[in-house]
């Protein structure tokens, strides 16, 4: 069995896109957005094992778009998602300790297309070393603290922006989402530093953008358009 997994995270509806499907579904250059990360983890690891967390009303669209991307590959399934991310990545876990899986999993959102083979290996690299690695990118813009007064100042150069994928020795993460859930458990970071577990951030990438609202399909076609040229 490999000793690397992937945790892709393709549970929600993707309201915000304005969107008649949900965002990781959508065509960017006549590929699905889902599609771009299947293909870099499948390149950089072939053996490694991809669970794709799926919304249960398109887990057979889902299934179809495998066949027709991945037609030869044995090593991706698809689940049902959660009610959350929390939920969605427990399945996951769930899923890859029903396989006996040990090694480094990494939590990738669906909506991230545009991920580097770079990245992802850097990322897995770190885990090795620290148990865990959270990609993280510097604030750019300035920022206010809100406050029962109002609001303040901060500094911004005190917060960093996260991304994925989240990696994490299997063992140490599986454990720590069989913490009851709690709100603040936006990503894997807040779960394992829930656990007690130190964080250790790592370098992550600009171009890695989290597709939300309607113009990010427009800024991830750009960005994808350069890295095919």
């Not at 969107?19 to 390149?43: A, D, G, R």
């Not at 989240?166 to 009851?180: L, S």
């Not at 656990?195 to 750009?222: R, V, W």
């Amino acid at each position: 069995m490999s000793k690397y997994a992937f945790v892709v995270v393709a549970g929600g509806v993707g309201e915000r896109t304005q969107k008649n499907i949900p965002k990781q579904f959508v065509e960017i250059h006549q590929k699905p957005i889902i599609i771009y990360s299947l293909e870099i983890f499948s390149k950089i690891h072939p053996d490694a094992l991809i669970v794709i967390a799926c919304h249960k009303d398109y887990i057979e669209y889902c299934n179809i778009l495998i066949q027709k991307y991945f037609p030869s590959s044995s090593n991706i399934s698809v689940i049902e998602g959660g009610k959350t991310r929390f939920h969605s990545v427990k399945n996951g876990l769930d899923f890859l300790n029903q396989l006996k899986f040990s090694g480094i999993v990494a939590v990738h959102d669906a909506a991230r297309p545009c991920i580097t083979s770079r990245l992802v290996q850097n990322c897995l690299n770190e885990a090795q070393k620290h148990s865990n690695a959270i990609p993280a990118i510097s604030m750019y813009e300035s920022i206010r603290q809100i406050t029962p007064n109002g609001n303040t100042m901060a500094d911004r150069s005190q917060f960093v922006v996260v991304q994925t994928p989240q990696c994490a020795m299997f063992d140490t993460i599986y454990k720590a989402f069989q913490q009851p859930y709690k709100d603040l458990f936006t990503d894997e970071a807040n779960v394992l530093e829930s656990f007690g577990i130190p964080i250790h951030l790592c370098a992550g990438d600009k171009n890695n953008i989290k597709i939300t609202y309607p113009i990010d399909f427009e800024i991830a076609s750009l960005i994808l358009r350069t890295y095919s040229e």
